[in-house]
């Protein structure tokens, strides 16, 4: 079983930046890829970004693309994803998901985390 906690979410304006943390615990031998997805009120999980254990593969969805950036940190066992020039339409619920396939479909990841709240105010 792999454990996925994330934290950085919170209240920000416009323009502003965020980093959201992600930390895998337990068998993390297991996973393949980390990714981040949203959910805002009333619409599907989107997928943001995708990066492979080896970093070799690194996706974004084009919304994102130039604004928001994923890395990792394997010795921490943590993906973070770097968020800037923050838009209201940004404001979602930020999930952190691992699995053994990468990939910008939900169902290429069987881990995921409790999500964390990103509003931003315009």
């Known amino acids: 079983q792999v454990q996925l906690v994330e934290s950085g979410g919170g209240l920000v304006q416009a323009g502003d930046s965020l980093r959201l943390s992600c930390a895998a615990n337990?068998?993390?031998?297991?996973?393949?890829?980390m990714g981040w997805f949203r959910q805002a009120p009333g619409k599907e999980r989107e997928f943001l970004a995708g990066?492979?254990?080896?970093?070799?593969?690194?996706t974004y969805e084009d919304s994102v693309k130039g604004r928001f950036t994923i890395s990792e940190d394997n010795v921490k066992n943590t993906v973070y994803l770097q968020m800037n020039s923050l838009k209201s339409e940004d404001t979602a619920v930020y999930y952190c998901?691992?699995?053994?396939?990468?990939?910008?479909?939900?169902?290429?990841?069987?881990?995921w985390g409790q999500g964390t709240q990103v509003t931003v105010s315009s």
């Open positions: 990066v492979s254990r080896d970093a070799r593969s690194v």
């Open positions: 998901a691992a699995g053994r396939y990468g990939g910008s479909s939900p169902q290429a990841y069987g881990y």
């Open positions: 337990g068998r993390t031998a297991r996973v393949y890829a």
